[in-house]
């Protein structure tokens, strides 16, 4: 019986985990449209600077899926390692956006939507 619950709650954890890491990846896909917006139209700084927290965001939830998924579930510890650094990834980005270094801040923005689809396909 014990088994069958946590089972049941290892595939619940799997489930938000995945469920965590497809949402980072379509808030990073949405900010480079939103990018694109920013140089094009008169709205699109609001948009990317509202998506910028929505990216982040989803980042933190992605390292709270990743603990869930491995401290009650008995699942590995690989996923919160990999959250945690795409949760400094996501830190780095945010700063050198507020910076204005786009030279840097592009480029990891394409590292970090590879990294999330990588992610994602693992999962």
Known sequence: MAT??????ARRGSS???IAI???TL???LQAVSAGL???SSYGETLHSAGARVMYGASMLYL????LAWKPGGGSLRPVWHASGFLALASVQVVLGIAHVPSVHLPLGVLMFGLSVLALVRR
């Open 27 to 29: 808030t990073i896909f």
């Open 16 to 18: 938000f985990l995945r």
């Open 22 to 24: 497809a949402l980072q």
């Open 38 to 40: 920013l140089l094009t």
């Open 64 to 67: 709270l899926a990743a603990v």
């Open 4 to 9: 069958q619950v946590t089972t049941a709650n």
